[in-house]
């Protein structure tokens, strides 16, 4: 397996998707408090960053390649504008838990989702039959 796609996989491995979560909202809660804004930027970004660092270099992703979560990774979520868009999603979460806005924190979320879940909402065209 290829860096590359090492990078791709290793974004549903369940402990990578957990830390995810966890360190998103714990980030968004410690915003919405008035934490300490660098304290903050280390739960936003260190976890992740060491997990998905440890899967990439230490753990088999096979499994999670040959998964239908892993299809539907590689056919709807291997463009860099998808990791964007995310990261994009993150920041109007974090935003909306700094100025303690809970829709706009909520709307941070709905893109994240969109994001995860456009392949099940826009279907991209399958090659044309032959008729």
């Avoid at 966890?22 to 410690?30: A, K, N």
């Amino acid at each position: 397996m290829t860096l590359e796609e090492k990078k791709i996989y290793q974004q549903i491995h369940p402990v990578k998707l957990l830390t995810d979560v966890i360190t998103g909202f714990g980030s968004v809660y410690l915003l919405w408090l008035h934490y300490n804004l660098i304290a903050v930027v280390c739960v936003a970004f260190i976890p992740s960053t060491v997990v998905s660092m440890v899967l990439i270099t230490k753990t088999d992703l096979e499994r999670y390649k040959d998964s239908a979560l892993g299809t539907y990774l590689r056919r709807h979520m291997t463009s860099k504008s998808s990791d964007w868009i995310r990261f994009a999603g993150f920041v109007v979460m974090l935003t909306g838990g700094w100025i303690n806005k809970i829709w706009l924190a909520a709307a941070g979320l709905v893109i994240i989702l969109f994001v995860w879940m456009k392949g099940l909402v826009v279907r991209k065209p399958g090659p044309k039959k032959a008729g």
